[in-house]
């Protein structure tokens, strides 16, 4: 499975790159909106930053407005992924973009049909919110094993990117359930990296190396 690091803040993209894990961004409306510089120039700041897909969500909800977003989106860079909302208006934008090449992303999914829908549509990506799921009650972890299983028994060929993703058990099993990317909040990469053990052991080493020393 990828990462993914899912924020528009630029501070947070800087650091992450560093550790070289990231191979992508994801952003969505209520990050930018986080933000204080103009969505475009986000966009762009992050683009020079990282070499792999880079995920921008359209506002528009009629597909005419969708397709003409995305087709202003990715004048911006090459590495753009356009992310349509799972409509029926959606869906429509997304075969209109596929055949002209533009990659997309269909996100708010929340059941194995919309995916299977989306990727048939012509989807480069899917994007099951995995915590939202959670959040009422369900499992989210179950959508992407399912929807994992269908892409694999039908030879479909659309990747999943698990979002919504908020601690760090959410990644194993999203990435045991067969996501191709999980796309992770910076304070959930922050705690994959940490455990204990590692702590004491770096200091066990230490201690044990300063009492050979004679
Ligand atoms: C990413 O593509 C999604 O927009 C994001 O993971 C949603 O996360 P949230 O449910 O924590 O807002």
Request: with cysteine.
């Amino acid at each position: 499975m990828l990462v993914f690091i899912d924020t528009a803040n630029i501070d947070e993209i800087k650091a992450s790159c560093q550790y070289g894990y990231v191979a992508g961004v994801t952003t969505n409306p209520s990050l930018i909106a986080k933000e204080k510089l103009p969505p475009d120039e986000i966009l762009n700041q992050i683009c020079a930053l990282v070499d792999g897909p880079v995920n921008a969500e359209v506002l528009a909800e009629d597909t005419a407005g969708m397709v003409a977003e995305a087709r202003e989106l990715v004048k911006i860079s090459p590495n753009i992924v356009v992310k349509i909302p799972m409509t029926g208006s959606g869906l429509k934008a997304v075969a209109i973009l596929d055949k002209e090449g533009i990659k997309t992303n269909v996100t708010l999914i929340f059941s194995a049909n919309q995916a299977l829908l989306a990727a048939r549509s012509g989807a480069t990506y899917v994007s099951p919110f995995i915590g939202r799921v959670d959040d009422i009650g369900y499992d989210g972890v179950v959508i992407v094993s399912q929807i994992a299983q269908i892409f694999d028994l039908h030879n479909i060929n659309c990747q999943i990117i698990a979002a919504s993703i908020r601690h760090p058990r959410h990644v194993t099993e999203v990435a045991l359930a067969g996501a191709d990317i999980g796309t992770i909040p910076f304070k959930v990469l922050d705690k994959m990296k940490a455990h204990p053990l590692t702590d004491i052991g770096i200091e066990r080493f230490l201690s044990d190396w300063q009492k050979s020393i004679k």
